[in-house]
């Protein structure tokens, strides 16, 4: 009889829900009715995404302790599944902006369990304990994006979109196995908690292999989180793929990757905290400095806000490369509205990119905030978040990861994230100008012609925006549960 | 009763949302925020009524937890001084929104509720008592005023928003670092509590956003464009009520915490707001249209009462809370004044204007009490202002009085100046003889503002005596306005 582990079914229930879900809308590809696939896939993946969040709160509920599950290949704590929780509402969030999308039939359901796929390797990967299982996870999520960004292939700028993820994260995802690989080669363990034990009981804190290993770890993370300067293919994916998947993957994907190298960094490698810390801050800075510049001058929304998750990466990565509880609590309570005004924002773009059928820029917002006065006041909110103005939880965000980078002693990084910030807000504001403050008679663009002349009702797509926006309002005022929940989460991590 | 505190920030708001939500023409709408406004009036007054003035300190405060592990708390509360401000903004805001209400705008619904955001963000600054706090109205104040000159302002008003946000938020933010840094090293961000800091970067950090705000020179280079592009109304609070948060945070938090910066850089400070004085007058005088000379004649006032502030002295302090109260009438009630003359001549350039006087009487004689008092007649509260703040300015060098004399010269020029030019000579090509006189609803909105000016004229002392723990403003603020 082989040996097999015990499996903590229980451990896994967020990643079978939604593998679940996955399975069911694939099988519906085949078995429902063409025009009934559309409805079936997004009621799957809704309560797909519904139940990984309720068992991931159970999962949170049960589990002050942390442990190891399944051989120790995953580890159940309260880190974990807090970032499960923030991935399953992206995900619901996700599915009611997809709804009304008008893609080719014929893959409605195929995209429905993408999804759930994506999200279930999301899901597993934030709980991963040793580098088989983050490898996994890892490629396990972005292949299914891959797929997703390719998936409405009357668009070039979608196939292209998708080929570009696929080579440049493959690369990425290249890079962190070679660093995997070195780092095993070096201290001959997989368990991120036995490398730790490994580097400090053999002294290998300055080996080379370790460090250069651990270095290409942070690069192929680095790649996945976009973070400058592996961000290249960030701009051209966001605009080119499918806009309810480019605002799941703006989302979902940081949750994970940071989730992800918070967990790497603290468990397997905190003997070399003085190296990563500071090449963290580097990437953080270059983040900063890359996305901001580079998006005063975009007229494209979807490019913008692509650039814009950049230096928002940036100002993640400034809590993470501290490496303190009060930075991991930042970052943990950081990802809460970011994820919410990322998915929302890219929600009222898809909206007004179905109603003009056109790719939306600058110049084609013009008008929106008065003739669809709930997407006008969503998208400004998201705006002032993202600038980190109150009252939205992006300011309470930017203010932990400050205060996070000033209780480690690096004043200067405050004052490159204050500069970043202003640097931001011009074209932050640039895009409330333009909806607020443009008249639509500058509109040059005839909206597509729609039954009564008025945008559609699209009520799965409202109902997303404004449950993303009672989250970014919300988190501002409950700031204390917030913090509390993080707090415990950040005390999983073996500080 | 210090539900009576949060009641005067959050009732404005809750009326912005009403305002917001729920589908009411624009007659309607406006007619809510003008009764909420004067509801917010009221509980002004009964605050008033309720503050001890004998006993003096912090009252009708309230503080709960908002996140404990940084040891920020939502803590607002009142003193003398800020009970005045904040009685300035309810009456100013009040008449403002009278005036839009009668003046008719488009969108209505959210102009009133972005004025009553406004109204409630500015409560909020001037009581909060927690530097997070503080941080929060502050920003907040911004947001309103963006939406409210950027969409209904000028034909300028992109590029005046723009500059107007820029330059504030370069501030507000370099704060945002201090706030951090002096929260995190002294465990509490509670403004209350026995704290000082020494640190002179951190003193800049503040004094940057307030410099910026108030204008200081020279950092007022959004000044004129915002002024000119705002909707009157939108002018008239910019110019009365936003400036004095500025001035207020320079006592709240630089001079109360900072003591050695504030001697350190008060030379440097009292050197620019006596530039920003002199400059400013000059240019008022020079400005070819009425909101040019209002608008420089306040970058010259922020100056003088900046002069009352950084004396740190009793007569300094008193002289220049009095000036804040005066000043925000007088520029609000002159920008709703430049408001009425645009609506009747579609223009405020002088070389446009001239002989109003012939036909509206009342217009002039609105116009020429408000001008007068403005210059700092003697027997006017501009006057008592100016006279204790250049009384306090003199103990710390005698060139400040000075040129603060100079200064008042140069106010009675530009002052008869934009007077002549309105309201004498000859009717300018816009002036038209069919032009109406102030309306009954521009009356009820500009003569309150000039009736506390001259109730203040004859009690000026209702103020300076009342703003500091048994008047003596030094003392207070040494000993942390306890």
């Known amino acids: ?495 | 009763m210090g539900w009576l505190t949060t009641a005067l920030i959050l009732v404005p708001i809750g009326g912005a949302l009403l305002v917001w939500v729920l589908p009411w023409d624009a007659f309607t709408a406006g007619a809510i925020a003008l009764l909420v406004a004067l509801g917010e009036v009221g509980l002004w007054i009964e605050c008033l009524i309720r503050y001890d003035f004998g006993k003096g300190g912090l009252q009708l405060d309230q503080q709960t937890s908002w996140f404990s592990d940084l040891n920020v708390s939502y803590h607002v509360g009142l003193y003398g001084f800020s009970l005045w401000l904040v009685g300035l903004t309810v009456v100013v805001m009040a008449a403002t929104i009278a005036y839009a209400f009668w003046a008719g705008r488009s969108g209505a619904r959210a102009y009133f509720g972005l004025m009553l955001l406004l109204t409630g963000a500015i409560v909020g600054v001037f009581t909060a008592q927690d530097l997070l706090l503080f941080y929060v109205f502050w920003e907040a104040m911004l947001i309103p005023l963006y939406v409210l000159i950027g969409v209904w302002g000028g034909p300028g008003r992109l590029g005046a928003t723009i500059k107007f946000v820029i330059y504030t938020m370069a501030g507000s933010l370099l704060m945002l670092a201090a706030i951090v840094v002096l929260g995190l090293s002294q465990g509490t961000f509670d403004l209350t509590a026995a704290w000082q800091s020494s640190s002179d970067w951190l003193f800049l950090g503040f004094a940057a956003a307030f410099a910026v705000k108030a204008p200081l020179f020279p950092f007022h280079g959004w000044l004129p464009d915002a002024y000119r592009e705002s909707p009157p109304e939108v002018a008239s609070v910019l110019s009365g009520v936003v400036s004095k948060a500025a001035i207020y945070g320079f006592i709240r938090i630089a001079i109360t915490k900072f003591p050695e910066p504030t001697k350190d850089f008060r030379t440097v400070i009292l050197v620019l707001a006596a530039i920003g004085l002199v400059y400013g007058s000059l240019l008022a005088f020079r400005a070819p249209d009425f909101r040019g000379v209002v608008a420089y004649s306040s970058l010259a006032q922020i100056g003088l009462i900046t002069f009352g502030v950084f004396a740190v002295n009793d007569l300094g302090l008193d002289g220049a809370v009095l000036q804040m109260v005066n000043h925000g009438l007088i520029s609000a009630s002159l920008f709703l004044l430049a408001g009425a003359i645009e609506r009747r001549a579609t223009t405020g350039e002088f070389a446009r204007l001239g002989g109003f006087a012939r036909g509206r009487p009342v217009l002039a004689t609105v116009l020429m009490t408000t001008g007068v008092i403005a210059l700092a007649v003697p027997g006017s509260t501009a006057f008592a202002g100016e006279f204790a703040i250049l009384a306090g300015v003199f103990k710390v060098g005698w060139g400040y009085s000075v040129v603060g004399a100079v200064a008042i010269v140069l106010a009675a020029m530009y002052m008869l100046r934009l007077i002549s030019a309105v309201l004498h000579e000859r009717a300018g090509p816009s002036v038209v003889p069919e032009a109406l006189d102030l309306r009954p609803a521009e009356l009820g909105a500009i003569v309150p503002l000039v009736a506390c000016l001259l109730a203040l004229s004859v009690w000026p002392a209702a103020i300076t005596e009342r703003s500091f723990t048994n008047d003596r403003p030094g003392h207070a603020i040494s000993s942390q306005l306890r």
């Open chain 1, 1 to 495: 009889m082989i040996q097999t582990p015990h499996v903590e079914w229980s451990a896994l229930a967020p990643e079978l829900m939604l593998l679940g879900a996955t399975g069911i809308a694939l099988l519906g590809a085949v078995l429902i009715p063409r025009e009934n696939r559309r409805d079936f896939g997004a009621l799957f993946a809704a309560l797909g995404f519904a139940g990984a969040f309720a068992y991931a709160v159970v999962l949170y509920v049960h589990n002050p302790d942390p442990h190891g599950a399944v051989a120790n290949a995953i580890r159940v704590d309260r880190f974990g599944s807090l970032a499960q929780m923030i991935i399953a509402g992206s995900g619901l969030l996700a599915v009611g902006v997809s709804y009304a999308q008008r893609m080719r039939d014929e893959h409605i359901a195929e995209y429905y369990s993408l999804l759930a796929a994506a999200g279930a390797g999301m899901c597993f990967l934030v709980t991963a304990n040793n580098l088989m299982t983050l490898f996994l996870g890892l490629e396990w999520f972005s292949i299914s994006l891959y797929i997703l960004c390719a998936i409405d292939r009357r668009l070039e700028g979608s196939l292209e979109a998708g080929l570009k993820y696929l080579i440049i994260g493959s690369f990425g995802s290249a890079v962190l196995l070679f660093g995997s690989a070195l780092v095993y080669g070096a201290t001959g363990r997989l368990a991120f908690g036995q490398i730790a034990q490994q580097i400090s009981a053999q002294n290998l804190t300055s080996d080379a292999l370790v460090v250069t290993g651990l270095a290409m770890i942070i690069v192929g993370l680095g790649f996945k989180a976009s973070a400058a300067p592996f961000h290249q293919w960030t701009p051209d994916v966001y605009e080119g793929a499918p806009t309810p998947v480019t605002a799941f993957m703006s989302a979902a994907t940081k949750v994970a990757a940071f989730a992800l190298m918070l967990r790497v960094l603290i468990t397997a490698f905190p003997a070399e905290a003085h190296l990563w810390t500071v090449a963290l801050a580097a990437v953080a800075v270059t983040s900063l400095a890359i996305g901001n510049l580079a998006a005063l001058v975009q007229r494209s929304v979807k490019r913008l806000l692509a650039y814009s998750s950049i230096s928002h990466a940036g100002f993640i990565l400034i809590g993470v490369c501290v490496g303190t509880p009060l930075g991991t609590r930042a970052v943990l309570y950081y990802l809460i509205p970011y994820a919410a005004m990322s998915i929302g924002s890219f929600a009222v773009v898809a909206a007004r990119e179905r109603e003009l059928a056109a790719p939306v820029t600058l110049d084609n917002l013009a008008g929106l905030g008065w003739e669809r006065p709930l997407l006008g006041i969503a998208m400004a909110t998201f705006m002032f978040g993202f600038a980190g103005l109150p009252p939205t939880g992006g300011f309470v965000g930017k203010f932990y990861v400050f205060s996070a980078a000033y209780e480690h002693g690096w004043t200067w990084l405050v004052i490159v994230g204050v500069v970043a910030t202003m640097v931001s807000l011009y074209y932050y504001l640039a895009v409330i100008r333009a909806m607020y403050m443009r008249p639509a008679s500058e509109l040059e663009l005839r909206p597509a012609a729609v039954a009564g002349g008025a945008p559609p009702r699209e009520t799965a797509l409202q109902a997303s925006v404004v449950l993303a926006l009672a989250v970014t309002i919300g988190s501002f005022f409950a700031v204390q549960p917030l913090i509390e929940v993080a707090k415990h989460a950040a005390a999983s991590l073996p500080f």
